[in-house]
């Protein structure tokens, strides 16, 4: 069997990250809700993406506005944007964190009056703290200062003007649902408690949201997967974002194998017939997920090898998957590069039954990281 | 409603790390196979738990080889373990790689004919290159030598020389399942196999390979999950091996709620009754499998909160987890550690409908690891 190739390749899988496809992103995002404006969503490392590459990327782009779960998070962008952007921390202070805050000059979100009341203990003294966020929980469920304080936030003598808001804030449940009633009610209720607050912006919507029309976008937005090339509504071309990711993974070896023949851990798989077989550098460990594995009950995905896919068959084990190519027109040889995700991102996060936030932030630090701008590395 | 507390902590999720839960399972381990040796398995960043700090303690425990899947694993793990140990790279040399190979004297392990030509064309001309082992297939159907290759071993003149041969593996399909039948006929052909190779050292077992007995041990065994505190096989307490990993996460916010409400994304789960729900600072960018969310159909998994356990309501998000405190004897503070995995690993991989594998390489980066030696961090 002819299995030699005279091309260069290394074992390591490389995860490809295009920032011109991220800008591009943004600018049509931008577009889409102007007069709004973007506060982008670069929580968990920019969704697995890389917080300094992205954000750099983003503040290039235009973007003067981003959110972090963490305080750690806002620091390491605060080191990649420099001064001038706001950088507002979802989780809000934390006793331990609060250093973090003033030495970053990192915006909390208050999700609580206790928050609020700790916040305002901390700062006193200090010298022009960060200004704050109000988050309000409309029906998330999730943090967020529930109905039941709102009052005291409108009434207590001092409070508002000792947190000195920037923005008052919400989160929608059901955003990827378009004709879910929660959307409405919560728009609703969000717009009942804003009034009550002083004249700051106003932000609602997160990349379902933008999708929900104009009375959801307010004076910002706060999409993260739309800047990143997935898209997150249950409708079909709606979301007009182009792919960001693909994860390429050498062929290491080819194999025929006979009918009868099993397929990786616990043998999940048998050739029915003679086959062919590439097994691929990549695995779980990569951010391949276990539950794209093909079985004898059923083939769930594949990968594609030049313009052909290859299904994926047997267990996906850490560091290797196996790919059927018995019936690829492709001759296939050692070092071709095998693809997942890309444009076929949503459709493998669904293959493999979940969403495809969870795909990106589960992709593997052993990935050779590549990014790439105006089509170059 | 009482919610402060006087701890300090930071909303960062933290993730432990017992380094003396892993000696002792290596230890364990090494003396249920004695007088084989122990390889360890430290692939994928040692199963995402850090190949600098896990290849230090076992080499200070008194591991002396090791297996990683890619020469850029080799090259960090030398670099933490010195010149002395052997360190195999399982996906064998390619290309690009060569140069690390010798650079860091990694053996390579030679999985096809094509493999080893290119592996003798390689060294042709430099002194002492690294020793080799031969990696034959026994039915996996993964990497490794398939058998109508193997008489070409055996008879080509030179070949076996040229390899420098130190050690002949195979790797089983079925040692999770102790009764498979796949598992007798791998140990079969792989003895008549490595009785026509020279005199070297044979490795079989991988950590379920251990607990199929001694004539799975030959020389040397190479455990992974063992070492890491999972178990591997369908047996109930077989395995006596110490849970290594814990994942701890702050809860930010309390909350009561209504019945009727919802919660989390798409409004998964609905308040039967009145609830009292934490708010925990850990999602599926650090570790919990969305597929642990629970929704109105079925609760599915819980966090512990001091000796309790908190069902896990509502979807997973990127950065956050709800839990149902309800009925929980314990008065939850703010600041108060929800736990998750731990000798709870396999149970929660379970319910994930995973393996325990994935869940260790799927623990995210964001998390604070904490190393822990004799009680002490």
New interface residues.
């Given amino acids: 069997m002819r299995?030699?190739d005279g091309?260069?390749?290394?074992?390591?899988p490389v995860l490809t990250i295009n920032l011109s496809a991220v800008i591009e992103n943004y600018k049509f995002l931008a577009a889409k809700v102007a007069p709004a404006k973007i506060g982008a969503s670069v929580?968990?490392?920019a969704?697995?993406l890389g917080i300094i590459q992205i954000g750099k990327a983003l503040y290039g782009a235009g973007c003067r506005t981003f959110f972090v779960?963490?305080?750690?998070?806002g620091k390491i962008l605060r080191g990649a944007i420099g001064n001038q952007p706001n950088i507002y921390v979802?989780?809000?202070p934390?006793?331990?964190?609060s250093a973090l805050f003033f030495g970053s000059t990192l915006k909390p979100v208050i999700?609580?009056l206790?928050?609020a009341r700790?916040w305002i203990k901390t700062i006193d003294g200090v010298k022009r703290p960060p200004r704050t966020a109000l988050h309000f929980?409309t029906?998330?469920?999730?943090?967020g200062i529930?109905s039941?304080e709102i009052e005291i936030f409108v009434k207590e003598d001092g409070l508002m003007d000792a947190l000195n808001v920037d923005l008052v804030m919400s989160h929608l449940?059901?955003s990827?649902?378009q004709d879910?009633p929660?959307n409405k009610q919560q728009l609703d209720l969000f717009k009942r408690t804003a009034a009550q607050m002083p004249m700051v912006n106003l932000s609602l919507a997160n990349t379902g949201g933008i999708y929900l029309g104009k009375p959801y976008h307010f004076k910002l937005v706060r999409p993260g997967i739309g800047l990143f090339g997935g898209t997150t509504t249950d409708t079909p071309n709606l979301e007009k974002t182009r792919p960001v990711i693909e994860l390429h993974a050498?062929v290491?070896?080819i194999?025929?194998?006979n009918k009868g023949?099993?397929?990786?851990?616990?043998?999940l798989y048998t050739a029915a017939s003679h086959m062919k077989?590439a097994?691929v550098?990549a695995?779980?460990?990569d951010g391949l997920?276990?539950?794209l594995s093909g079985t004898d009950n059923a083939v769930i995905s594949h990968a594609r090898l030049g313009k052909e896919n290859a299904p994926i068959i047997?267990r996906i084990?850490?560091?290797?998957t196996?790919l059927d190519i018995t019936n690829l027109k492709k001759y296939v040889e050692?070092?071709e590069k095998a693809v997942f995700f890309g444009a076929n991102l949503d459709t493998q996060a669904k293959q493999a039954?979940?969403?495809n936030?969870?795909i990106l932030?589960?992709l593997?630090?052993?990935c050779k990281r590549v990014y790439i701008r105006d089509g170059k590395e």
Same sequence: chains 1, 2.
Avoid: W
């Fill in positions: 299995e030699t091309r260069s390749y290394s074992s390591r929580k968990a490392d969704y697995g779960a963490h305080a750690g998070e979802l989780s809000g934390t006793p331990q964190d999700n609580s206790t928050q700790d929980d029906g998330l469920n999730r943090l529930p039941s449940a059901c990827s649902l879910h929660l050498p290491l070896q194999k025929n194998v023949e099993t397929f990786g851990y616990n043998a077989i097994i550098s695995g779980y460990a997920p276990i539950s047997g084990s850490m560091d290797y196996i050692r070092g039954q979940t969403i936030y969870e932030t589960h593997g630090q052993r």
